[in-house]
């Protein structure tokens, strides 16, 4: 079993459709969980940024943590097609530990 | 603010010949620093990192190397090529090891 495991779609949505990207980990040591936005032939950027289970805001996006059930979620309200990219999520435990990344969800905004 | 550069952004190489990539981080000290493949269906593999000048860590053997001659500056190297290095090479920072990283644009090498 992959430490991440996140599927790597294609997604295709609607423009003004509400978006939801998952992944789950088996290492309970994880508590740094990140979400980057790659558009193609870029490098990663980082999204968002949490510690702690419960939701983050930013926007029209939201990072959803459920650490009991060891599940990650990115919401994107109103999508536009600009939000077309490649999503990837990412964990860490700090300290000296690497980070894990998923495989990237492809998602496409259709206008 | 911190920002990182890396290049060049796209290169074609011949089998058998030397690779240099750098990437350098400005506005920030003592960062930690990493070079990830990128391969299609593959996600981003971790090649090398590095904690201090002159430290170098290697999570895959394989036929690059790295080195670290100045805090804010990580090279990337090949003596000689392979068809199978070609892919999408990303440099990145941070302060904690097991936190967020910040990237720079790759460097998508092909080696023909």
């Known amino acids: 079993q992959k430490e991440v495991e996140q599927d790597p779609g294609p997604l295709s949505v609607p423009e003004g459709a509400i978006v939801s990207l998952n992944c789950t980990y088996s290492n309970s040591a994880f508590q740094y969980f990140m979400w980057y936005r790659q558009y193609s032939r870029k490098g990663p950027e980082l999204l968002m940024y949490?510690?702690?289970?419960g939701n983050k805001e930013d926007g029209r996006f939201t990072a959803q943590v459920d650490k009991s059930s060891k599940y990650i979620s990115l919401f994107i309200r109103d999508s536009q097609p600009s939000d077309s990219a490649t999503y990837l999520c990412?964990?860490?435990?700090?300290?000296?530990?690497?980070?894990?990344f998923g495989i990237g969800t492809k998602l496409q905004v259709i206008p | 603010s911190q920002t990182i550069h890396q290049w060049p952004a796209t290169l074609v190489q011949p089998v058998g010949s030397p690779l240099s990539l750098e990437c350098t981080v400005e506005?920030?000290?003592?960062?930690?620093l990493y070079w990830y493949r990128q391969a299609a269906g593959r996600g981003l593999q971790l090649l090398f990192y590095?904690?201090?000048?002159?430290?170098i860590s290697s999570e895959v053997p394989q036929n690059l190397s790295a080195s670290r001659p100045q805090d804010r500056q990580f090279i990337l190297s090949s003596k000689k090529l392979l068809l199978s290095d070609s892919g999408f090479y990303l440099c990145a920072w941070n302060f904690d090891r097991g936190t967020e990283a910040f990237f720079g644009q790759g460097t998508r090498l092909t080696v023909v």
């Open positions: 590095s904690v201090g000048i002159g430290q």
């Open positions: 506005g920030t000290s003592n960062p930690n």
């Open positions: 949490t510690y702690s289970s």
């Open positions: 990412a964990m860490g435990s700090g300290g000296y530990q690497k980070v894990t």
